[in-house]
């Protein structure tokens, strides 16, 4: 994005009304906030505070700001409480505890998106309920509704209306009433407008285009174009995650300002002038919405990225300033709930940074290097600082890549984008145009996906930072301080230059992790998303591996973070894909041992890619085997025998008895309550210090015999927000009712079991 060098000089006269509507904006987040999360007494102290600041404010100006100030977060907060109740307590939410059949008319307001579960794939949709009838009563109603259907519901298309039969139950979420789940196909009554069959067909040339590309550049580019990332890998993802450039497989206002950036430009070529190009944006806005769907995150995308192109023009700040106010007012009566969204945090402080940070900072680099590599640093550099602590907030972690991979990334994702929506667009009437703009997007995304993977390689993308107050706050000064000194700082060549080498060499030259790991760790039970990584403490460098976690690159970091350099033993207790898909990247760069499998090869497809990574060298353990790997000693207890039953692979996991400085250890797979019980039945008495739940802490347990085992400390590798509940609130209840300290790696993160001599301590990274 770049901003011309007096962007940033509003006149003195405009100063107050660019303050006076961020403010109002400021005042609509805190009402929406107090409408959708504040108790009624805190609504009150509220409304206290005000007629109070009223009577202290001397100044008639200031005090009608106030006034206003507090209209619009009344306005707002009134109508996030309507809308909130309305949802809460309508016909649907009231039916939805009661599992109640109903038959409902409703739009379609999100795309189809499948959702793989261990035994099916679903489609999950949002659709908006117009009519509902149930028990003889019907309802004219206006609910939206989280709909889970069968796989054949994968070619329903957004605006379709149609009338469905299912029953309904409750839902997770604040912003939905109830999830519907559909008996058999939909019964359409009105199809898409040609509008959405338009925007549709336009998304599907987008892949069509790039069909030829190389993998995953090719998924990447519709994700650049309209936040379309439906096939790119979970590895991918977490490369551009940890490398701070997740903002560019959603929409966002990146996006926007590229697409319509370019349609002004190809305007201003054919002779567009004046108030045609305000037509030409806003046609351009309504376009892209269109096209990357009228969901609540594309929208506030829109928004920001039409903030952006405003900040761009003459007075950019004072009108840049004044515009994100309006659009967060704006946003926030569409959409209260996007007041307690990170997505919606991030986007106005990412948009802020831009706006009141980078035209100073541009200028100041400018005294010493081109104008264009000023703004190219700084208007990354603003955008990751003021979004710095939310970040932390989050994930705990703070990015020293960030800035770098998107100042190298920055000039390919405006030719990737903006070539794949010429692809597409060109599809519709010129394949072979089509395919040749294709292409060269695909060339611009594999470059930037190898530029996520460089960046993720480093040996420190990121420092570990904690999420409390203290440590939160205390990064927020920092922040603040830094954006008070950079300007001033970067204005001479020396201390400029020193800036940007001092970020350079902290990312390239190794450093230590202080305290991590601690000394006398024995097991890790690595963060891997939904699914099972852990680690045995073997002696220096080397583990023992139990399960190697989905297809991401979080058990690799995990392992490095540890000092793993060799894996003596790999145990893969089944070939589910979250216990067996990251194998191939953790053994990349390391010595691997034996790998010992379950005796159950399914799925079939995953043992034979099993075979080809190890190359043949594992084997079935035998019942009761022994096995010793340095520190650690290993005795295979189940599956017992005559439970290993084809078409059952969690029952058919290895369970494994570990001992470690003599911490025992039971690592469980997914064992579910058949085995559990032989298990109890086969070993009376079992009494262990750690227990890995089973199964993610699925409800299917046999409560007895985990309880049983006694365990000090219990961990579950689970997902965050995953589709499958876990961990169940019966299964983590009575282990923490009985005095067993309970952790989950979707929350702890990285969960480290210390033996200090005297007792167990847990470390977690989270």
């Given amino acids: 994005m770049s901003l ?132 003889g009563t019907s309802y004219e109603v206006h609910t939206p509704v989280l709909v889970i259907a069968e796989e054949s519901w994968s070619e329903v298309e957004l605006g379709t209306t149609m009338v469905v039969s299912g029953r309904l139950g409750p839902a997770d979420g604040h912003d939905v009433a109830a999830v519907l789940v559909p008996w058999g196909g939909p019964t359409v009554v009105e199809p898409p407008s040609m509008m959405w069959h338009g925007a549709g067909a336009v998304r599907r040339s987008i892949r069509t285009s790039v069909a030829a590309g190389p993998s995953p550049a090719r998924d990447l580019v519709p994700a650049l174009v309209d936040g379309d990332d439906q096939g790119l890998p979970e590895q991918v993802k977490e490369e551009f995650r940890v490398s701070g450039l997740t903002h560019l497989l959603a929409v966002s206002g990146t996006n926007l300002t590229l697409v319509v950036g370019f349609l002004l430009v190809v305007g201003r070529w054919c002779g567009v002038r004046g108030r045609w190009q305000y037509l030409l944006g806003a046609v351009g806005i309504i376009g892209f919405v269109l096209l990357a769907r009228t969901e609540p995150s594309v929208v506030r995308a829109a928004a920001m990225g039409t903030v952006a192109l405003i900040g761009m023009g003459t007075n950019g700040t004072g009108r840049g300033v004044r515009a994100m106010g309006v659009a967060v007012v704006g946003l926030l009566l569409l959409d209260p709930w996007l007041a307690t969204t990170v997505g919606f945090a991030l986007s106005v402080l990412a948009t802020s940074g831009i706006l009141l940070l980078s035209p100073a900072w541009s200028r100041a680099l400018a005294h010493w290097m081109p104008l264009w590599m000023a703004q190219a640093l700084a208007v990354p550099t603003a955008a990751q600082l003021a979004c710095t602590p939310v970040v932390a907030a989050i994930s705990g972690q703070v990015s020293l890549v960030a800035v770098l991979a998107n100042l190298a990334a920055g000039p390919l994702v405006a030719p990737a984008t903006v070539c794949g929506l010429l692809g597409g667009l060109a599809g519709l009437v010129w394949g072979s145009a089509g395919r040749t703009c294709g292409w060269v997007a695909c060339q611009c995304a594999r470059a930037i996906i190898a530029i996520a993977d460089r960046a993720a390689g480093t040996s420190l993308p990121a420092v570990e930072w904690g999420t409390g107050w203290l440590p939160l706050a205390l990064l927020t000064v920092l922040c603040l301080a830094l954006a008070l000194v950079l300007g001033p700082l970067l204005t001479r060549r020396t201390p400029g230059i020193a800036c940007v080498t001092v970020m350079v060499v902290v990312v390239l030259v190794p450093l230590p992790s202080p305290g991590w790991p601690p000394d006398g760790w024995v097991m890790a039970v690595c963060s891997v998303g939904q699914g ?130 003599g911490v025992s250890i039971l690592l469980t797979g997914d064992v579910e309550p058949d085995g559990q019980s032989r298990l109890a039945a086969a070993h009376p008495g079992l009494r262990v210090d750690v227990l890995k739940i089973p199964h993610h802490g699925s409800r299917f347990q046999d409560m007895e015999f985990l309880l049983g085992l006694h365990p000090a400390v219990a961990i579950a590798s689970v997902g965050a927000d995953n589709d499958y509940g876990h961990p169940a609130a019966s299964t983590m209840g009575p282990l923490r009712d009985s005095g067993t300290k309970v952790f989950r790696t979707d929350r702890d993160g990285d969960v480290l079991v210390v033996d200090d001599g005297d007792q167990l301590r847990v470390r977690a990274r989270g």
């Fill in 532 to 661: 099972d990584g852990i680690a045995l403490n073997a002696g220096p460098g080397r583990a023992v591996l139990v399960d190697a976690g989905p297809e991401s690159a979080d058990l690799d970091h995990c392992l490095d973070r540890l000092g793993v350099e060799e894996l003596s033993l790999v145990v893969l207790t089944h070939f589910h894909a979250d216990h067996v898909d990251g194998l191939a990247e953790v053994m990349s760069g390391r010595r691997v041992g034996e790998v010992l499998v379950s005796a159950l090869p399914e799925p079939a497809a995953r043992a034979v890619a099993v075979q080809a990574e190890t190359a043949g060298r594992t084997r079935v353990p035998a019942y009761g085997e022994v096995v010793q790997v340095g520190a650690v000693r290993l005795q295979v207890i189940g599956p017992v025998p005559g439970t290993v039953v084809a078409d059952d692979p969690n029952n058919s996991s290895l369970v494994v008895l570990a001992e470690v400085h």
């Fill in 4 to 135: 011309p060098l007096d962007a940033a000089r509003p006149a003195d006269d405009d100063i107050a009304a660019d303050l006076r509507m961020p403010a109002a904006g400021l005042a609509a987040w805190v009402g929406g906030l107090g409408g959708l999360l504040a108790p009624v007494p805190a609504v009150l102290g509220a409304v206290a505070l005000t007629l109070v600041a009223l009577r202290l404010v001397g100044s008639a100006r200031l005090r009608r700001s106030v006034v206003a100030w507090f209209l619009v977060a009344l306005a707002v907060g009134s109508c996030a409480w309507l809308r909130d109740l309305a949802v809460r307590e309508g016909p649907a939410a009231e039916l939805a505890p009661t599992r109640a059949a109903v038959e409902v008319r409703m739009t379609v307001t999100s795309d189809p998106r499948p959702v793989q579960g261990q035994f099916a794939t679903s489609i999950t949709m949002r659709a908006d309920v117009t009519r509902l009838t149930s028990r």
